[in-house]
């Protein structure tokens, strides 16, 4: 028994790494713009395709190809913000709607252009880490890895650098940001492009668990919602503690009970949470 | 907004005069055609049109669901179960279906519409998620993922509407009826009260109006139009499942809400009559279907914030400014 509850703790924290990359770059779009993105799920999927592309198409190497996802994620995030959010910048509901709109854009985009069916990407580490009778797969462990390394980068440039100063007052106060001389017109697509940037490379880094295909994208974004609802829309901190508590709660609930009590258990903490607590386990209250 | 909605519809006769027969014109196509395949697209509009109503009515009061489809769901299911395991007649299941739909949304209404703006529409959202779930686990009563096909046809007093061509009258006045329930509250007092909440919340409530019983209110008859349009649906179609009452139904009916005008009157129906034949005309690209009902979603917002049925007024506007 305590050897199952180990392995549900290392599958749970695993689960919740993964799903703080897609619930920070959730959170802190709308934090900064307070756009709800529904497109948001759409982008790891991209970063899936674009990981393919680079690694079996053009034979990159795995790390050169991730980097330069991101960096296309990026411009990406600074383009629909000019062509689809900016107009709706007061208009909390126009722009939600707007991103519903353009997910399907993308989706059938993807759809267009690769085609409806899996594909798989090649293993890019093989084997299994043991200890005594714990088992974590390699390929997750790299996953796991990568995705603390950035998530650790992140952190430091939002903490320690000008323009993650900014993004963290425009998240605290617009206008109180912009007359201390935080420029919007960067900011905006900064702040969009980076948190796409987020979900891309999670998309990049769970190719080679998941595979790929053009509707992949929407299991994360129900999971980046759940975290960012449960932790407050636009809190950071509170989509981290989040994030690992779903992780945990969906590991423990499939390892004892069942994988589709699992998803109901969380619906149902999600609406009790909104009801109770509609700000979220650490979010402030709407002004 | 709401006001210039209003002149438009009921504005000079003569335009309302042209927009009536324009509408009755076209409700006449499939009979000029007599194309059982106009026949189906026109059923299909008159289905689209009464649930994207519903989402109207809840729109109305300032709200927006995404939990559409599963109320359009429930009433599925109850019509369906009511008539296949009870044997009760359809007509008596569809009204069935709207009322099971009604009562659901009138009990989680009350601490749901706590919420606003994008927090209402997150929940509804994990609702309509947790419908789908809730209705995997129970295939006993759902028929699971693969369904209950072979669902009985529409049947009025014994006679079954077997074919197109008999159901689509129904279909007709079915949606008369559902467009009349609009326009009686849109024009009655209660229109006045969800006008006053949408626009201003607070001010509602301190000139004495009971928001929350108003909110509620709205949301439980929108709810019941979805349900009697689900039901409408799974006896037309003859095949129901937890998937077909999904995030993506649900996203369609915003669609067509839109586009049609968010808070006009006709709004449901401009945006029904427009999209749901749409794929029709795109025949020959139809996986770009999909991207250009995105593309026309953005471009609405963007530019006809109001939507199609606001557009007669917002051009008149700027003639007048000419």
Partial sequence: ?287 | MSSAVTRTASGPGAMALLWAVALVAVALIPWITGSTFHFHIAIMVCISAMATGGLAVTAWVGQLSLAHAAFAGIGAYTSVLLVTRLDLPVLLGLPAGALVAGGVAFVIGAPLLRLRGVYFVLITFALNELFRLIMLEIPEYSGGSSGIAGIPKLSIFGATLSSYEAVYPFALVCLALVMGLLVLIRKGQLGRRFGAVEENLALAEASGIPTARTQNLAFTIGSAIAGFAGAFLAHYVGFISPETFGFQLSVSYVIMLVTGGRLALWGPLVGALFLTPLPEFLRGAVEYQHIIYGVILIAVLRFLPQGLAGLPAQLSRKEGRA
């Fill in chain 1, 1 to 287: 028994m305590s050897f199952l509850i180990a392995q549900s703790l290392i599958n749970g924290v695993i689960l919740g790494t993964l799903y703080l990359l897609m619930a920070i770059g959730f959170t802190l779009a709308f934090g900064v713009m307070r756009i709800v993105n529904f497109a948001h799920g759409e982008f790891y999927m991209i970063g899936a395709f674009c990981a393919l592309i680079g690694v079996t198409w053009l034979g990159l190497p795995y790390p050169v190809t991730l980097a330069l996802t991101i960096v296309f994620a990026i411009l990406m995030g600074a383009v629909v913000e000019r062509l689809v959010f900016r107009p709706f910048r007061n208009d909390e509901l126009s722009g939600m709607i707007a991103s519903l709109g353009l997910a399907m854009i993308l989706q059938h985009g993807a759809l267009i252009l690769f085609g409806p069916d899996p594909q798989a990407f090649p293993a890019m580490v093989t084997g299994v880490f043991k200890w005594g009778a714990l088992i974590v797969p390699k390929s997750r462990a790299l996953a796991l890895g990568i995705g603390i390394v950035i998530l650790l980068i992140f952190y430091l440039f939002l903490m320690h650098t000008r323009h993650g100063r900014a993004l963290r007052a425009l998240v605290q106060d617009q206008e109180v940001a912009a007359v201390f001389g935080v420029r919007l017109e960067i900011m905006y697509p900064l702040g969009l492009g980076l948190g796409i940037a987020l979900a891309a490379v999670a998309g990049g880094l769970m190719a080679p668990l998941f595979g790929v295909s053009p509707f992949i994208g929407a299991t994360p974004l129900l999971k980046a919602f759940i975290v960012v609802i449960l932790g407050g829309l636009g809190s950071i901190p509170g989509a981290a503690l989040a994030a690992i508590l779903l992780g945990l709660i969906e590991s423990f609930t499939s390892s004892f009970i069942s994988a589709s009590a699992a998803d109901i258990v969380t619906f149902a903490l999600v609406i009790g949470v909104l009801l109770v607590r509609p700000a979220g386990l650490l979010g402030r209250a709407e002004a």
